[in-house]
């Protein structure tokens, strides 16, 4: 009689498959569109597979050249010779950023300090078999609670674009040769609290036609591309689109809400489309198709492509506002990002966002994980950015 050889199968669970960290961290590359700066920016993006932490990724940032001359003045003659003597390269600006690593999430009481994340073994299997039953991926991250952690990422990642565009501010006050500051009425920072007043019958609320207008024509003035779209865009707080949305104009506009786009394959619909045919939800913003959510394709105002962000850090200023009976006191401003592209720049190094598990899981009691990003942020071009401010009182 031949010899039977018995073989032994092992079942790993997931918490310690290989499959998992590659299951949940390929939810860090799906947009949300709770948080769209990184969307609407469009940065210039370099990833470098080979680099790592402390490392310099270069971006470019590029320019045009100088004034463009007359017809006179590039007219060329029969007998003239032209040569390379003084020929000319593409201005282009090398910016140097240094990767970092970047982990989250952050110490319930202290954001700067590392912490993790950890799901228990029988959470892991009840959602292991909801996943099996029902094949809904995102229930599942519900259920282990790892969708707080996807959340995490995205909101920190959002937060790092916007903090990128508010640097922007160091230029000084925007006007029609560089970027910077936008107060109401374009008024500039004093040396010293307070540090802007307003006088009786001025507005310390950012408006339409004295503060909109002339913010999209400096940006003309000044040269700042725009998005292929042929308009600039503008991320705005909530306060400061409230106060936006006080003008009739602009209240027309925003105010055309719809069930989500009638045929995402139709793009060229857009941008009338979701004004007179209910493409776009309240405010532009994200919307549902069969169930799913989809990124927001803004709504189009003044040269301009609106978004709203509750994502943005609101910003705080001592003051002097005549008719808000405010004298040299702390005011919050709400605040809204204009912008065209090329401003934000980002290197990525290694394998860019995971899931990173930690092995000590107390005799696989527990998954501990984290996610992990070899990264620099940069903003590349401080000139296509106005950073501008409604006060809120």
Not at 366 to 392: Q, R
Request: glycine share 8%; net charge neutral; proline share 6%.
């Amino acid at each position: 009689m031949p010899s039977r050889t018995l073989v032994t199968r092992t079942f790993h669970p997931m918490w310690i498959d290989n499959d998992f960290p590659k299951l949940l961290g390929a939810e860090l590359y799906r947009p949300h569109p709770s948080y769209i700066v990184e969307m609407a920016v469009e940065p210039v993006v370099v990833h470098d597979f080979a680099k790592q932490p402390g490392q310099t990724v270069q971006l470019d940032r590029y320019r045009f050249w100088g004034a463009p001359g007359t017809k006179d003045s590039r007219e060329r003659t029969a007998d003239q010779t032209l040569g390379t003597a003084s020929s000319r390269s593409i201005v282009k600006d090398k910016v140097l950023v240094t990767l970092k690593e970047y982990t989250g999430p952050a110490d319930p009481t202290d954001t700067s300090a590392p912490s993790t994340f950890k799901v228990a073994r029988e959470t892991l299997l009840t959602a292991q078999r909801l996943l099996l039953d029902t094949g809904n991926l995102n229930v599942f991250h519900q259920s282990i609670g790892s969708l707080t952690l996807l959340d995490d990422y995205r909101r920190w990642r959002d937060r790092v674009f916007a903090d990128e565009l508010f640097k922007a501010e160091a230029n000084g006050a925007a006007d029609s040769t560089k970027g910077g500051y936008f107060y109401p009425l374009k008024k500039a920072k004093a040396t010293s609290a307070p540090f802007l007043t307003y006088a009786a019958g001025e507005s310390a609320k950012f408006d339409v036609k004295t503060d909109l207008l002339e913010v999209v024509k400096d940006m003309r003035k000044r040269n700042v591309p725009t998005f292929a779209d042929g308009y600039y865009r503008c991320i705005a707080d909530p306060t400061a689109m409230m106060h936006l949305r006080q003008n009739d104009a602009f209240r027309e506009i925003a105010r055309y809400a719809g069930n989500g786009m009638v045929n995402p394959m139709q793009p060229e619909l857009a941008p009338n489309a979701s004004f007179f045919r209910g493409m776009g939800p309240a405010y532009g913003q994200a919307g549902f198709v069969a169930g799913q959510p989809v990124m927001p394709s803004g709504f189009l105002f003044e040269g301009v492509r609106w978004f709203e962000s509750t994502n943005l850090p609101e910003k705080s200023l001592q003051v002097t506002i005549t008719d808000a009976s405010i004298s040299s006191a702390v005011t919050t401003a709400a605040p809204m990002l204009f912008f065209g592209p090329q401003a934000v720049g980002v290197g990525i190094g290694g394998n860019n966002a995971q899931i990173l598990l930690n092995n000590n899981d107390d005799f696989s009691r527990f998954i501990i994980m984290i996610w992990s990003l070899f990264a620099g942020f940069e903003i590349l071009n401080k000139d296509f950015v106005t950073v501008a401010y409604s006060f809120v009182y």
